[in-house]
């Protein structure tokens, strides 16, 4: 069984998305749309911004969106999921490509959700940090024993794990996390403290938004972020999209429950190949490859 995945904020690139732009007419008339739809030319910033113009939370998201659900829609009849999945961000690109959610629905609320999260941060400074070469359990108890907000992100695969939270939640268990033996303890270039309590205020208004917009059942079922587990009831994946902005990016135990599921493949679309990476490092047996570019 194949199963499809969708990267989220970190995998974009300048010249992404271009060749698509111009080889494929279908992919030429979603960008435009796009564009329309977002009121500024992210067309522009996506095939000739710097690194700097992609990282504005506002570019990011939407650009690595496009990227990813235009790549799946030009691969036409070759395109079958059987189940899917997306990184945080990419849960939205899982849910489009999958028929659930439109496209233009798909890109207003991620759009939004790149609004909300970046005036979170602003509200609020906040940071993420990497952990890498300890046991969860271990990063776990030393969030949990810090009075500052700090709590485990994204569960990357097995020794790799973000935490989130404030700069001195941060600092505090990154020191802790290295006395217990942490390879590496590394502060993230990010706007802020992502999958945390502090995002509070960007999923109460993205909360809204979502109640609002029309999700159908998928032509297959989504593994999603907050629990990893298979949906395709309508109202189920709508709360689990809610939740998704506070709670922790379960993405080794998703894996997990796909191959127990019957996932002999991956296929990862979109930008960047970080997805393809973690899925070897979860079963190094397992088949996975990366589709980043038009295919004609």
Not at 30 to 55: C, H, P, S, V
Not at 66 to 79: D, N, P, R
Not at 81 to 105: Q, Y
Not at 113 to 132: F, G, H, L
């Amino acid at each position: 069984m194949r199963a499809y995945v969708f990267p989220g904020q970190g995998a974009q690139y300048p010249g992404m998305g271009k060749d698509l732009y111009e080889n494929s007419p279908m992919a030429k008339e979603m960008f435009e749309k796009a564009n329309e739809i977002l009121g500024f030319r992210i067309t522009d910033l996506m095939f000739d911004g710097t690194e700097e113009d992609l990282r504005q939370t506002k570019v990011t998201q939407p650009a690595i969106f496009l990227h990813s659900v235009i790549l799946a829609k030009t691969l036409g009849e070759k395109f079958k999921p059987e189940m899917v999945a997306g990184h945080s961000l990419g849960e939205f690109s899982a849910l489009v490509s999958a028929g659930a959610l439109s496209f233009e629905d798909g890109l207003k609320l991620v759009s939004q959700r790149a609004m909300a999260m970046q005036k979170a941060c602003e509200a609020e400074p906040s940071t993420m940090a990497a952990i890498v070469g300890l046991d969860d359990e271990i990063v776990e108890e030393v969030c949990a024993s810090i009075d500052d907000v700090v709590v485990a992100a994204n569960y990357n695969c097995p020794g790799q794990l973000v935490i989130s939270g404030s700069f001195a939640g941060i600092d505090k268990a990154c020191e802790k996390l290295t006395e217990k033996g942490a390879k590496r303890a590394l502060k993230l270039s990010v706007g802020g403290a992502f999958h945390s309590p502090l995002m509070e205020p960007a999923r109460a208004e993205l909360a809204e938004a979502i109640k609002n917009t029309a999700i159908v059942e998928p032509v297959c079922a989504i593994y999603q972020n907050v629990n990893a587990k298979p949906f395709t009831n309508p109202a189920e994946i709508k709360e689990n999209l809610i939740a998704q902005l506070t709670a922790p990016v379960r993405w080794t135990q998703t894996v997990q429950n796909m191959l127990t599921d019957g996932a002999t493949s991956f296929v990862e679309i979109g930008p960047g190949k970080v997805l393809q990476g973690l899925i070897k490092k979860i079963d190094r047996q397992v088949e996975a490859e990366s589709i980043g570019a038009y295919q004609g």
